[in-house]
């Protein structure tokens, strides 16, 4: 009974030993790989940087300048004795200059530049110039038609008839920009100011397309603003 006691206490011994080294075993690797991960992290990085030596231009004279002067010289100086003539000077691979890559990026960038101006310059050829106002136009809306101040540059050859207009109530000032062709057409017709009712500014916008203005010379877009009061309640 004792003996199996001292057994069974000797294996309790043993199994507590080998605990207690597996954790010492892990205490220690742990600190080991957290120690080797930290000296990793802050090791500083060394940088090497070699320079490259830059390609220098050879430059190449005839023998007979380094000789002292021209073959014609020489032979004077030796009483007219033709001078031999020495073999070409063997040149090395490499002794053609070639453009830096800065040279050849300006190239490329003023190359793209002139094709940006071209086609610029293509897109607005033939194109008319937008110019100043050629004045102002300003008309009063009554029942009894319609008063129009004319305080332009550039004549009025034609203004198509007023429109009949009908509205409940007392519209306000409609304003809008006109666009005149060199031919005296207007192009386009912007409204800067509704009057409130739509049946009033579409009609207004139509009877402004149909001005005619005196032509001009020139390849030129000239621009006036005009301006509708109204009186009476309709006009």
């Given at each position: 009974?004792?003996?199996?006691?001292?057994?069974?206490?000797?294996?309790?011994?043993?199994?507590?030993?080998?605990?207690?080294?597996?954790?010492?075993?892990?205490?220690?690797?742990?600190?080991?790989?957290?120690?080797?991960?930290?000296?990793?992290?802050?090791?500083?990085?060394?940088?090497?940087?070699?320079?490259?030596?830059?390609?220098?231009?050879?430059?190449?004279?005839?023998?007979?300048?380094?000789?002292?002067?021209?073959?014609?010289?020489?032979?004077?100086d030796k009483g007219g004795k033709p001078v031999p003539s020495l073999p070409?000077?063997?040149?090395?691979?490499?002794?053609?200059p070639i453009a830096s890559k800065e040279t050849a990026e300006e190239s490329?960038?003023?190359?793209?530049?002139?094709?940006?101006?071209?086609?610029?310059?293509?897109?607005?050829?033939?194109?008319?110039?937008?110019?100043?106002?050629?004045?102002?136009?300003?008309?009063?809306?009554?029942?009894?038609?319609?008063?129009?101040?004319?305080?332009?540059?550039?004549?009025?050859?034609?203004?198509?008839?007023?429109p009949k207009l009908r509205a409940t109530e007392l519209p306000s000032t409609?304003?809008?920009?006109?666009?005149?062709?060199?031919?005296?057409?207007?192009?386009?017709?912007?409204?800067?100011?509704?009057?409130?009712?739509?049946?009033?500014?579409?009609?207004?916008?139509?009877?402004?397309?149909?001005?005619?203005?005196?032509?001009?010379?020139?390849?030129?877009?000239?621009?006036?603003?005009?301006?509708?009061?109204?009186?009476?309640?309709?006009?």
């Amino acid at each position: 009974m004792a003996k199996e006691e001292s057994l069974l206490e000797k294996g309790l011994y043993f199994l507590t030993a080998l605990v207690i080294n597996l954790i010492l075993f892990t205490l220690l690797s742990a600190y080991l790989l957290f120690a080797r991960l930290s000296y990793e992290v802050n090791r500083p990085i060394t940088l090497l940087l070699e320079e490259i030596p830059r390609e220098e231009k050879v430059i190449f004279e005839k023998r007979t300048k380094r000789a002292g002067g021209t073959k014609e010289k020489l032979e004077r100086d030796k009483g007219g004795k033709p001078v031999p003539s020495l073999p070409p000077v063997a040149t090395k691979s490499g002794d053609v200059p070639i453009a830096s890559k800065e040279t050849a990026e300006e190239s490329i960038l003023s190359e793209i530049e002139k094709k940006v101006k071209s086609q610029k310059a293509e897109a607005t050829q033939g194109k008319p110039n937008v110019s100043e106002s050629f004045g102002e136009l300003s008309g009063v809306v009554s029942r009894s038609g319609v008063d129009l101040t004319k305080s332009v540059t550039r004549k009025i050859l034609y203004i198509p008839p007023f429109p009949k207009l009908r509205a409940t109530e007392l519209p306000s000032t409609f304003q809008a920009k006109l666009w005149v062709e060199p031919s005296g057409r207007v192009s386009k017709v912007e409204v800067l100011k509704r009057s409130g009712v739509p049946e009033i500014d579409s009609a207004l916008v139509q009877l402004l397309r149909g001005i005619k203005f005196e032509p001009i010379e020139g390849n030129i877009i000239q621009t006036g603003i005009i301006t509708f009061r109204f009186k009476g309640g309709e006009g």
